[in-house]
């Protein structure tokens, strides 16, 4: 059995959405700039491809487009079939730039569009898969409208925020998304994407980096940001039903850090007295981590003591990030860890963080 | 019993920078020409696993020449699917990591054909 969750979908092109716009977002996706709108994306461009080469035809990739859609057959052969998925969660692909558009208004509407989209061109189909909905974090209301219309349906599994923000997560600006999944018992998902990118801040406090090499090191940084603030909010004493999964963004760096953020609540407990326990804990009891890209040591055996600060038989969580070209083979990231925790990482922790019990049974 | 082998007329050789698949046994087999020499490479990165030949591109690269980045004159690397690793088509050695190789197998030319072996080259 295993729970695959980073597969990551997108439509060919904005105009996909069009039957799931309302008409005054439709005149816009057409009628904006020259040619119809377009979403922001990275400054940087990945020198040898976004994909990996076997996931898409390249004669058929629009020119200039970036992030080449998926098709449903195309992830069935290529992840759900080969790798024997029990469940797949979809995450999105360009549609997380949304959370970084200037105008909340239209941010939300295309949100709706998109999560319409997911339902029906992909999750009504193939009972293998679960989306997570995309919302808006720059207009907090519209998306805990967005988490109430659709969360209660079976293939949604959850909310997807990527890492790059205007504001931490923790912030109580973001209380009533926090609240909406609380009532609804949904996770949230924190998926590095977009960082610097938009309205969002820059990727770390040194400001810009020049190269997608270095992007790429440190796409946990936003992360980072966000582990530090909901902790500190005490988002999980608040919305106590809530539980949050880091995507992506490297694991050992966040051994140290939560390590890090321990002492500093030991010594600053008194600015913070609704965390009325250390960070750890809650952590234990709230907060995944999903394994791609496994960082790669110079020695294979460094890694588990590297990642056993997190406690990766609760806590840890198999992803491949299809078809992004970092992608990892469950084959290969499951042998990479001691054996007693591949159960686990392959599916208990994700079907217990998603609520697929049913789906995955123990 | 004699090993299994591959013959190609000479005639059908993938033009260079093309990757032609061949199979040897149950082996699947990229044979990828740079310049007048043919090579025959294992379709599986040494890395994590992927389709290196059937899936992987033969690229130029870019290296440091005197200085100042240079384009190689030739596609003479051949560049993983997935992570997007280079590795030397006449060597099989990857560029970014010390000690992987991706496997390689002997080629011959007799007569009107090129004859791939489960063998080392020599």
């Known amino acids: 059995m295993l729970v695959d969750c980073d597969i990551h979908v997108g439509y060919h092109s904005l105009r996909d959405l069009l039957p799931y716009l309302d008409s005054a977002t439709a005149e816009l996706v057409l009628e904006s700039g020259t040619n119809g709108l377009g979403m922001p994306s990275y400054p940087w461009y990945h020198p040898a491809g976004w994909l990996r080469t076997d996931t898409y035809d390249r004669d058929a990739a629009a020119e200039g487009a970036q992030l080449v859609g998926q098709t449903l057959d195309r992830v069935r052969d290529s992840v759900l079939d080969p790798f024997d998925v029990t469940v797949g969660i979809l995450t999105p692909d360009e549609a997380a730039a949304f959370a970084v558009l200037p105008n909340p208004l239209l941010a939300a509407a295309l949100c709706r569009g998109y999560n319409d989209w997911l339902l029906t061109q992909w999750l009504e189909h193939e009972p293998r898969l679960r989306g997570l909905l995309v919302v808006t974090p720059q207009h907090p209301e519209a998306a805990a409208d967005e988490i109430r219309r659709l969360g209660e349906r079976e293939e949604i599994a959850g909310v997807f925020l990527p890492g790059a923000a205007r504001i931490p997560y923790g912030n109580p600006v973001h209380d009533p998304i926090w609240r909406a999944c609380d009532d609804l018992g949904l996770p949230v998902a924190i998926h590095t994407h977009f960082e610097g990118v938009g309205i969002a801040g820059p990727v770390t406090g040194a400001g810009m980096p020049d190269f997608y090499t270095e992007y790429h090191a440190l796409t946990g940084a936003g992360m980072f940001g966000h582990f530090t603030s909901i902790l500190c909010h005490g988002i999980f004493e608040r919305f106590p039903r809530t539980r949050v999964m880091f995507m992506e963004g490297g694991l050992v760096p966040f051994v140290g850090l939560l390590w890090r953020l321990d002492t500093a609540w030991r010594g600053c407990r008194t600015e913070v007295p609704h965390c009325v326990r250390p960070p750890s804990e809650y952590v234990r009891d709230h907060v995944a981590w999903t394994t791609q890209p496994l960082e790669e040591p110079p020695e294979d055996r460094m890694l588990a003591p590297a990642i056993e600060g997190l406690e990766p038989q609760r806590t840890l969580c198999f992803s491949s990030d299809y078809p992004h070209w970092d992608f990892d083979d469950p084959r290969q990231t499951l042998k990479r860890l001691p054996a007693e925790w591949r159960d686990a990482v392959a599916h208990g922790n994700a079907a217990r963080f998603f609520g697929l019990e049913t789906a995955v049974p123990a | ?122």
Do not use: N
């Open chain 2, 1 to 122: 019993m004699s090993r299994p082998e591959a013959r190609i007329p000479l005639a059908d050789l993938p033009t260079p920078g093309q990757i032609r698949m061949i199979e040897v046994g149950d082996h699947r087999i990229g044979l990828i020409r740079v310049g007048d020499e043919v090579h025959a490479l294992a379709d599986r990165c040494p890395h994590r696993g992927a389709p290196l030949c059937s899936a992987g591109r033969t690229v130029h690269g870019i290296e440091l020449g005197d200085e100042v980045p240079v384009r190689g004159a030739e596609r003479a690397l051949l560049r993983c699917p997935w992570h997007k690793w280079d590795f030397d088509i006449a060597s099989g050695r990857c560029l970014v990591h010390p000690t992987l190789r991706a496997r390689r197998y002997r080629v011959t030319v007799e007569h009107e054909d090129v004859v791939v072996r489960l063998e080392h080259p020599r």
